[in-house]
């Protein structure tokens, strides 16, 4: 994994934990990315691990779900291009066994399939990121955005305007036939099933807002 994200210029590498720690064998399979290997940095969750990041794009070897936005291999260039200049994009690759689960891909901006034999869908781990960073560093160092295009709103962000969200529908009493968290993976995966500018969080979170005082005046 080291020596494969090294080979396309990435030296932000995060894990969440549970993650194993390095050791020989790994030590000697990242011969010549060991500074890779030793700057890995650990997040109890990947909520904060990709808290700063403008978009994010999560990895499933999955087809046919209902995630708000899918993207094949070939797709990924145009989701780069859409994107604001300088735009950070993280990209979540789950365990080689079990994958990402449904609530963290509905955290994502997108998440991207490739193109892999569907008898055999899984890669390894490290061959997964070579490819998508192979076509990242192919197309989205030199993307060429509208002029004027807004900034995008942080992930942390967005996720604090979906708490806000969250906050509102239940005082209204939304949630009270249930299905509160498949309710709100759905409401992430609004807010997030796009990058979202920084302006359009605002209106969201205003929103919010004035439900909850106008609640809290009716009381």
Not at 3 to 23: M, Q, S, T, W, Y
Not at 131 to 157: C, K, M, N, Q, T
Request: glycine share 6%; charged share 30%; net charge negative.
């Amino acid at each position: 994994m080291a020596r494969a994200v090294k080979n396309f210029g990435v030296a932000d590498v995060r894990l969440i934990e549970p993650a194993c720690h390095p050791d020989e064998e790994s030590e000697m399979l990242a011969s010549g990315a060991d500074d890779i290997l030793q700057a890995m940095r650990r997040y109890e969750t990947l909520l904060e691990a990709v808290a700063e990041f403008d978009a994010v794009v999560a990895t499933s070897s999955l087809r046919g779900r209902a995630e708000q936005r899918w993207l094949s291999l070939r797709e990924l260039p145009a989701f780069l291009a859409s994107l604001p200049p300088e735009s950070r994009v993280a990209y979540v690759f789950g365990p080689e066994r079990s994958g990402l689960t449904e609530e963290e891909r509905s955290r994502a901006s997108a998440t991207l399939t490739l193109p892999t034999d569907p008898d055999f869908p899984t890669m390894n781990l490290s061959h997964a990121a070579a490819v998508v960073l192979a076509v990242h560093r192919a197309f989205g160092l030199s993307v060429d955005a509208p002029a004027g295009e807004e900034d995008l709103a942080a992930s942390r962000e967005v996720e604090a305007a979906i708490e806000h969200w969250d906050r509102a529908l239940d005082a209204i009493g939304f949630y009270d036939t249930g299905h509160r968290e498949r309710s709100l993976r759905d409401w992430r995966r609004i807010a997030a099933g796009r990058p979202m500018t920084a302006r359009e969080v605002a209106m969201f979170r205003g929103v919010a807002n004035r439900i909850l005082v106008s609640l809290k005046r009716k009381s």
